[in-house]
């Protein structure tokens, strides 16, 4: 039988505890009782553990473990996604589904076609979202759960010195595919698997001065098909394609 995984709030070199609503869950929902075997997530390690003790006081509530062994743990996609803000409920389909597929970070974006009011509103979401991330990473059985960074504008990220491979999305581009740009990088002669910063725009698409942009800042034009996909798709497509490449 499947041990279930969660990932816990604090640890340190011998046991590792969970509180709030994720030991409320355990003990009421799943009766949670010492001695329950569980794989648990600390500090980025996946462990055998044992449950120690529960307390249950509402949101003091809290489960600790034991941790019996180190287990070996399936690492991250090297992707993060430059996400263009869009309407919430679809992006955050997206988040939990990119994290599900073992995505690296996420950080959303302020393009010029961001509707204003969610632009504005981005900024309070965040919290919700890493709770998303956190969820489906566990839903999952990740060893890691994604990085959710705070929203910026596109500029400033597309001008951010980074070692990765930088790749748009663009619905312009029809030469060079996505699966051909990630196969150039991964065949270069270097120690290492290389990591990668995926674009997705808004809904309407980038607007021409942000392609200037991406392409005078040494980003990659590339293209997922001749069909136009919502970025929600287009956030998962690219993200399997990344997958089939790599592992």
Do not use: N
Not at 84 to 96: G, I, N, P, S, T
Not at 116 to 130: C, T, Y
Not at 194 to 212: D, K, L, N, Q, R
């Amino acid at each position: 039988m499947t041990r279930r995984r969660w990932i816990a709030e604090s640890w340190d070199e011998t046991s590792a505890t969970l509180t709030g609503a994720q030991a409320e869950h355990l003990a009421r929902v799943l009766r949670a009782q010492p001695g329950m075997e569980a794989e648990v997530v600390a500090g980025g390690r996946l462990f055998h553990a044992t449950v120690a003790a529960v307390t249950l006081s509402g949101e003091k509530s809290e489960v600790r473990f034991k941790i019996a062994s180190e287990l070996r743990a399936d690492p991250a996609l090297p992707v993060t996604l430059v996400m263009a803000v869009y309407k919430f409920d679809r992006m955050e389909w997206a988040l939990e589904k990119a994290t599900e597929l073992g995505v690296a970070g996420i950080v959303p974006v302020v393009a010029c076609r961001t509707e204003k009011h969610l632009a504005q509103a981005a900024e309070k979401r965040i919290e919700r979202w890493r709770r998303i991330a956190h969820e489906a990473s566990q839903q999952a059985r990740r060893s890691d759960i994604p990085a959710i960074h705070a929203p910026i504008a596109l500029a400033d990220r597309v001008r951010m010195p980074s070692a990765a491979t930088r790749i748009v999305l663009a619905e312009q581009e029809r030469a060079t595919a996505l699966r051909h740009a990630i196969e150039e990088a991964i065949a270069k002669p270097e120690d290492k698997l290389p990591s990668f910063e995926i674009a997705i725009g808004p809904e309407g698409g980038w607007a021409p001065a942000e392609e200037t942009l991406f392409d005078s800042s040494g980003w990659r034009a590339v293209s997922l098909g001749p069909r136009i996909l919502r970025a929600e798709t287009a956030a998962i497509a690219a993200l399997a394609v990344v997958a089939s490449c790599l592992e």
